[in-house]
């Protein structure tokens, strides 16, 4: 049996479309973003160091009681993440007046309740509403009587390593433009 060469084209055409069809109706789960490569950042952290892509970032632990001191946290940090185990405390009250008053920026990793419960003293984080946002980080920052704030998402909101470490990039890339200002 001899196949003519246009019912050859027709059919390897017709595959060519389905596999175009099929390939471009699979959404992709993560995304492949830029690392940041600007100069060296020392992160302070509450709770565990997440993974990152970079190795300019260097993260110190530190605790409640050292974000008090606003003057020395300003000195030796050019940022602070407060992780998720750690946002019931970070919205206590007495510490209001800390973020409000910081020359840095504070993030709040994975707060479904975006940065309200952290700047009202009158809110507790588990009394606050969820925001249902999507951000996976939520960034502050006081400048003059203005309050700065930064939402970063994932892509297609896919909670996936390669997207948490998109993320971070981002957040580092955001401190860098904050330290480059003062």
Known sequence: M?????????????????????????????????????????????????????????????????????????????????????????????????????SIPFFFIESSKSYMPFINEKLSYENSPETHSDNYATGILKSGDKIKTWGYGLFNDKVNETNIKAAYSRIFSTIESIKAKK
């Open 2 to 102: 001899k196949i003519s060469k246009q019912k050859l084209y027709i059919k390897y055409f017709s595959f060519f479309i389905f596999a175009l069809v099929v390939l471009g109706g699979c959404e992709s789960e993560s995304v492949n973003t830029p690392l940041y490569e600007g100069e060296s950042l020392t992160i302070g952290i509450i709770g565990n160091a997440p993974k990152v892509r970079e190795e300019n970032i260097v993260f110190k632990k530190i605790t409640f009681k050292e974000i008090e001191n606003v003057k020395r946290l300003s000195a030796e940090y050019d940022g602070v993440f407060i992780m998720k185990e750690n946002l019931s405390e970070a919205a206590n009250s007495k510490y209001v007046k800390v973020y409000l008053n910081s």
